[in-house]
């Protein structure tokens, strides 16, 4: 059976490809069924340049940080690189990413010491353990490591392992109650602290570190390298997931209400059993999602624990009987090639969404910068035996995209510059709106390509909004309702029919069409466009905030110019964001 890995690494989504005609590019290579790009890009705060550094190993960390002791520098990291506070996308900073760390080592058994755990090859393919009956085995990791990736090692070996419950943060698990908490999961960690050095955390050296590592406040205390996490054999999971509903939605009754806390008394026993998972009270219904392991797994065992309870909330009056249906008895596979192994591998899912045959012209990755690119700064070699010299370069195929600003000319001959302002919202302090339209926006221009688009977020005095003042652009969608401009991965299936032609997230970058070719959106007469949006306030105070287009486009007219069509990798079923991703992505 394929195990469950709970851990506190998080995903992230990325969005935009293009489809012109094939040919030879100069950037954004064409893609392959063996390529799996990385990309990021950085957030406008200030002037100073922005540096982002794919590391290698653990001695790379060490300089990172060394570099930015000495020289004052904003160091982030960047992992899955979901961070809701906006510190891996912090402006004019030194991004360390950590996404290539991914050693995985598996250990029958573990005894703390002050060396640690020893590293191995980090490109050495995950070994295989036969896990011993009353020895508490173990599985090492780097920071890099995602949830799919360490699934299907942990399954080669019969064993899973926990997260929810501090240990870098996350909430709590399915499986805590059985398990315990992440907090004590953790056997060990390998962590560059902001001296520089590497140092090892477990029970028997820098316990202090270890105890506070193992809670909350990721970033707090160093840049954790490695985990050693507590592995258990795969246990036989079910999941229990029911529905009971008022008999008269239009008017509940008191017995609804009396029903709706009955779960709470229940929860102790149910506890106790191991069992653990969410109940909701809707308007006119109750759902609940359990899950139980172990001896509590299995139908028998779901019916037994979960038929008195729904026979006695269907004992209300005004409640219905409670329905259920056995769906499968299945396992999970794999994600498949690319995926699930950290951001950036979107490309191998967005390929088989498409019709073909097609080609596909990946986006160079972008570094948002006014300056001249310059090298990274040499750092300091490594110290003792961590590893050869740093990498101080930075990863081959960035490019640097200036701004769309209207004060300057257009980058492209005979383009146009328009911006557009769009608000306010009002949001009082950890306010967030979601999911808000703005319908029949109006275009930039008729006839024309529309060639480099870019999305950003102002005050009222058109001072730049940032996270630094608490402003988050969760993401907009830019939206074409034209004519025949239906959606080219959703278009033909329920949910996002208009076609989609933009994204942009809190990071802001241009997304530019035209870098090494003549193509452009083509934007008709007939076309109308939409927005759709989320905004947060991470700030303590109201914010009004205006959301600013800034488009670069030519004529139709223009020699040489072709259309493009954009195309999005589409984890929700075609659905806005608040859709939960289908299975298996």
Not at 520 to 534: F, M, R, S, V
Request: glycine content about 10%; some cysteine.
């Amino acid at each position: 059976m394929k195990s469950f890995t709970l851990l506190f690494l998080q995903a992230s989504l990325q969005l935009a490809a293009g489809l012109p005609q094939a040919g030879h590019l100069k950037y954004g290579p064409l893609l392959s069924p063996e390529l799996c790009l990385t990309r990021w890009t950085s957030m406008k705060g200030v002037t100073r340049q922005d540096y982002h550094w794919m590391l290698k190993t653990p001695a790379d960390v060490q300089a990172a940080v060394n570099f930015a002791s000495k020289y004052n520098v904003r160091l982030t990291v960047l992992n899955s690189g979901h961070g809701f506070m906006g510190r891996n996308d912090a402006p004019s900073e030194l991004g360390i990413d950590v996404g290539t760390l991914t050693r995985i080592r598996f250990l029958e058994s573990l005894t703390p010491s002050t060396s640690g755990d020893q590293s191995s090859d980090p490109s050495a393919t995950p070994n295989v353990i036969k896990p011993v009956a009353g020895t508490q085995a173990a599985v090492t990791f780097g920071a890099g490591v995602s949830t799919q990736l360490l699934n299907d090692a942990l399954d080669a070996s019969g064993l899973f392992t926990m997260a929810g419950g501090y240990g870098q943060t996350a909430g709590h698990g399915p499986l805590t109650r059985k398990y315990g908490l992440a907090a004590d999961q953790v056997l060990e960690y390998k962590v560059v602290t902001a001296d520089g050095s590497l140092k090892v955390a477990n029970s028997v050296t820098n316990s202090d570190l270890f105890w506070a590592l193992r809670g909350g406040g990721d970033g707090a205390f160093g840049v954790v390298v490695e985990a050693t996490l507590k592995a258990f054999p795969t246990p036989k999971i079910t999941v229990a997931n029911w529905w009971i509903n008022a008999t008269n939605t239009a008017d509940l009754g008191q017995g609804f209400w009396d029903a709706a806390p009955y779960p709470h008394s229940q929860f102790p026993d149910l506890n106790l059993k191991s069992v653990q998972g969410y109940y909701y009270v809707y308007p006119n219904a109750m759902k609940g999602i359990f899950l139980a392991a172990g001896e509590q797994a299995g139908s028998a065992a779901a019916k037994a624990l979960w038929d008195p309870v729904l026979t006695k909330l269907a004992s209300y009056s005004g409640m219905a009987a409670a329905e259920s249906k056995k769906y499968f008895d299945a396992r999970f596979g794999p994600m498949g090639e690319c995926e699930g192994d950290g951001h950036g591998h979107e490309e191998m899912r967005l390929k088989e969404q498409l019709p073909q045959p097609v080609t596909i012209r990946i986006f160079p990755p972008v570094v948002r910068q006014k300056k001249t690119f310059s090298a990274f700064p040499g750092t300091a070699p490594p110290e003792h035996n961590h590893g050869t010299r740093a990498d101080t370069g930075i990863p081959e195929g960035f490019i640097i995209e200036p701004d769309l600003d209207i004060t300057n000319p257009p980058v492209t001959p005979g383009a146009t510059l328009k911006k557009i302002k769009y608000g306010p919202w009002t949001l009082a302090g950890g306010e967030e709106l979601e999911n808000d339209r703005i319908g029949r926006i109006g275009k930039p221009c008729s006839n024309c390509y529309l060639t480099a688009i870019q999305a950003g977020l102002e005050y009222a005095d058109g001072t730049v909004a940032n996270i630094d003042t608490g402003a988050w652009l969760h993401h907009m969608v830019l939206y074409n309702f034209g004519l025949r401009k239906a959606d080219t991965v959703c278009g033909g299936t329920l949910g996002l029919y208009p076609q989609r032609v933009f994204a942009s997230g809190n990071e802001r970058t241009v997304t530019r069409i035209n870098h090494d070719a003549n193509y452009g959106i083509k934007a008709d007469t007939l076309d109308n466009l939409d927005i759709i949006l989320e905004l947060i306030n991470e700030a303590t105070d109201t914010k009004t905030l205006y959301l600013t287009m800034t488009y670069e486009y030519v004529p139709q007219s223009t020699a040489g110019y072709k259309a493009v069509t954009m195309a999005w990798l589409d984890a929700t079923g075609c659905g806005i964001s608040g859709v939960a991703a289908q299975e298996g992505f």
